[in-house]
C-alpha cells in the first residue's frame, strides 16, 4: 500500500513539473513568435531540431497526462534527439536534467503500470 502512495505522489510530481516545463516552453515559444522570429529557409538540422526541442516537451508533457508511457518517452527521445543534434546544448545540463528527471519519473510508471495490467489480464486468464 505503502508503494501506491508513492507512486501517487511521484506521479503528481512528475506531472505538475512537467507541466510547468511545456507552459514555460510554449510561452517562450509564443513570444518568438510574435516577436518575428522567422521559419524563413530552415536547415534539415533546424527543423529536426525544433521537433526534438520545443515540440517535444510541450507535446510530450501534455500526452502524459493521459499516457504516462508514451508521453515520458516522446519527452525522453525528443531530449536524446535534442543531444545529438545539439551536443553543445549538453553544457546547460541542469536545464535539460530539469525536463529528463519528469519524463523519466512519468515512463518509469507508465511502464510498471503496463507491467501490473498485464500481469492482472494473465491471473484472469488463468481463473
Do not use: Y
Request: hydrophobic share 55%; aromatic share 12%.
Amino acid at each position: 500500500m505503502k508503494s501506491e502512495k508513492i507512486r501517487h505522489v511521484l506521479r503528481w510530481l512528475a506531472r505538475i513539473w512537467g507541466s510547468a516545463i511545456a507552459a514555460i516552453v510554449l510561452f517562450f515559444l509564443v513570444m518568438d513568435l510574435l516577436s518575428g522570429g522567422t521559419a524563413e529557409s530552415l536547415s534539415t538540422k533546424e527543423v529536426l531540431t525544433f521537433i526534438c526541442f520545443p515540440l517535444s516537451p510541450i507535446i510530450g508533457f501534455i500526452l502524459a497526462w493521459k499516457w504516462e508511457f508514451r508521453g515520458g518517452l516522446l519527452v525522453l527521445l525528443g531530449m536524446i534527439g535534442l543531444s545529438f543534434l545539439r551536443p553543445d546544448l549538453l553544457t546547460g545540463f541542469p536545464l535539460i536534467a530539469a525536463i529528463i528527471i519528469p519524463a523519466l519519473i512519468l515512463t518509469w510508471l507508465g511502464w510498471t503500470s503496463r507491467s501490473k495490467k498485464q500481469e492482472a489480464r494473465n491471473k484472469k486468464q488463468e481463473h
